[in-house]
């Protein structure tokens, strides 16, 4: 099993910055294939995280229109496996408040996501 704990959320005013952090533990890290983070805007279901940006361990990144340019999604390279990734997020805005979470992908059988608890990023205007 995999466990992910986020770090770095908080409260910034607009136009500011925030570094969100993802850090992978536990077995089968040699199986993730990709990391991501998804945002929960306040109100919104589950089923309605937004996918913010991923990272696969090939070093491809892929980022939602709203936050291109503004966001980025790298990794610890001290670690062999794909475990430590981080959100630099700059430019905020009150439309980026959220939980984000923090999510991994295990790409060998049985497939699964592995998630985050989630932090806290709030944007006051």
């Known amino acids: 099993q995999v466990q992910l704990v986020e770090s770095g959320g908080g409260l910034v005013q607009a136009g500011g910055s925030l570094k969100l952090s993802c850090v992978a533990s536990?077995?089968?890290?040699?199986?993730?294939?990709?990391m991501s983070w998804y945002r929960q805007a306040p109100g919104k279901q589950r089923e309605a995280r937004e996918l913010?940006?991923?990272?696969?361990?090939?070093?491809?990144?892929?980022?939602?229109n709203s936050v291109k340019g503004r966001f980025t999604i790298f990794r610890d390279r001290t670690t062999t496996y794909l475990q430590t990734v981080f959100l630099q997020m700059d430019k905020l805005s009150p439309d980026d408040t959220a939980v984000y979470y923090c999510?991994?992908?295990?790409?060998?059988?049985?497939?699964?996501?592995?998630w985050g608890q989630g932090t806290q990023v709030t944007v006051s205007s």
């Open positions: 999510s991994a992908a295990r790409i060998w059988v049985p497939r699964t996501n592995y």
């Open positions: 536990g077995s089968g890290l040699d199986a993730i294939g990709s």
């Open positions: 913010v940006a991923t990272l696969t361990a090939g070093g491809s990144t892929n980022y939602a």
